[in-house]
């Protein structure tokens, strides 16, 4: 399978990392290593950035993060109105950073900059399917 | 080929605001008062049009622009005559582009010229057409498509990190509305306290309604040749491109340069080297135009700029090292917060706004001005463009 079902709204329906979807429905949230300069990337990269070799490894992004900034959004762009109020943040992990939508099951009021954060899928209604942020 | 020193010699600009006018329209009226400024200028002398814009495709229905605009201004290019489209430093893009086409010889007189036509017939067009200025793949998929959340992202570690206060914030746009009060070509005219600023209706927190650019429709357009033919064309001061230099990066996810997103690793690198093409420094800049879409940005633009040490940004503002008797007017003509943003035209406002400065002829005048620098931020923040401006080549 394609992008088709990622995130609320989809942009890309082909690309070469079609297998972070896989890895995805799976229980997966995967990045890739270069074999060739060891370069890690998230999102994946199909291709090496830094040496343009396609000898990749793919990884699980097991270990916890910390949330480094986040921010509501009350306004959503087209496809996300229903959404909306939800919250952006980003997170940085061991060499990797990952922007991500918090977990609604993290109340407002307990989100501190600072706190441990671990990435997961998450099935969206209609079938479709993302990754976020937890309580890590 | 030639190496040559090359000059901007007239500029203009459309009435920007709301407009009841399609961007071809706007287009001419910013040719016209360029064409208005330099009366020895025969149309036919012009060899190229550089035209800057992001959304023509999108919300005015109109790509492959530069031609339809060379014919409705009555020019006919034969060097170079082609869109430009780095977002929001389109402008800035096309002038660096042009200076490198005269330098060379493959052009002798082009007009840069740049802007958008926001305001559809259908208003929130406008703003979901954002959602392409960003890493769609990955970044749009989890929500993120307008500017404001990712600029309060950047406030909020600001405040963390430096003890940037949201008075400090406001100060940036109670200076810029006073300056655009008297530009009658911008969006806004009416001044604002600090008061206002610092009750307005939230947008995303801290930023609130005058911490934000309004969406404008409207065009500018400058002119640029080479110097003897500068001297010949006007007698007005000579004004030289001394420098340039543009930093990219891509996505938030992917990419970030910063410890954090109030630190532009990527503004000090841009700086470095258009301080460096241009032989100068921080210090020599008289008059800046920097890119103000929110009040943070201006505030960590005089950090990575150079003008006062990081971190630092917000009390030089709010203690008016960035005003008319401090140590540089930044945003003499009111900025983007007064003027509005249509982005590809934004990077020429400033060229024609530093043109005017540095010929001594700005509705706000810094006197004595020789050399002057604009600013622009593209996207989330993943591009930096400057040129520098000079009395002397």
Known sequence: MGFENFGTVSFTTEAKATDFMTYLEAGKVMATRCKKCGASYFPPKADCPRCLSSDVDWFEIKGKGKLASYTLVNYGPTGFENDAPYILALGKFDGIQIFARLSRDIEEKDIQVGMSLVVSPVKLPDNRIAYEFKKG | ?393
């Open chain 2, 1 to 393: 080929m030639p190496d040559r020193n090359v000059c901007i010699i007239g500029g203009g600009m459309s009435q920007w605001g709301v407009r009841e006018a399609s961007i071809i329209d706007m287009a001419q009226e910013a040719a016209k008062e360029c064409f208005d400024e330099v009366p020895a200028l025969k149309k036919e002398d012009i060899d190229g049009l550089l035209f800057a814009s992001s959304y023509c495709g999108r919300s005015a229905f109109q790509v492959n622009i530069a031609p339809v605009i060379a014919e409705r201004i009555g020019i006919k290019p034969t060097s170079m005559c082609t869109r430009v489209d780095t977002l929001c430093a389109g402008g800035s893009a096309g002038i660096i582009l042009a200076t490198g086409l005269i330098k060379s010889g493959l052009a002798d007189v082009m007009m840069v010229a740049g802007g958008e036509k926001l305001y559809t017939p259908q208003r929130w067009e406008t703003y979901y057409s954002e959602l392409a200025s960003i890493d769609h793949d990955w970044d749009g998929a989890q929500g993120m498509g307008l500017p404001p959340p990712f600029f309060s992202m950047t406030a909020q570690e600001h405040m963390k990190h430096y003890g940037t206060t949201k008075e400090q914030l406001a100060a940036v746009s109670v200076k810029n509305r006073r300056n655009g009060s008297t530009n009658l070509k911008g969006h806004f005219h009416k001044e604002v306290t600090l008061e206002e600023v610092m009750s307005a209706r939230p947008i995303v927190p801290p930023l609130s309604l005058f911490d934000c650019t309004p969406i404008t429709d409207g065009c500018a357009a400058v002119l640029l040749t080479y110097e003897e033919k500068a001297k010949e064309l006007s007698d007005r001061p000579l004004v030289y491109i001394r420098g340039a230099a543009q930093a990219s990066l891509h996505s938030m996810s992917m990419n970030w340069p910063g410890e954090h997103l109030g630190d532009w690793v990527h503004l000090r690198t841009a700086a470095k080297r258009a301080y460096e093409t241009a032989r100068v420094g921080p210090d020599d800049i008289d008059v800046a135009e920097t890119h103000d879409c929110f009040t943070i940005s201006e505030i960590v633009e005089m950090e990575d700029l150079g003008f006062c040490k990081k971190g630092e940004g917000g009390p030089f503002v709010e203690s008016g090292q960035s005003d008319f008797g401090g140590k540089l007017p930044v945003n003499t003509d009111g900025g983007l917060l007064s003027c509005g943003h249509p982005f590809g035209a934004t990077g020429v406002r400033q060229a024609r706004e530093m043109l005017y400065q540095l010929q001594g002829r700005a509705i706000r005048q810094v006197e004595g001005a020789e050399i002057g620098l604009t600013h622009n931020l593209s996207g989330l923040n993943v591009e930096h463009t400057i040129v520098i401006y000079g009395r002397e080549p």
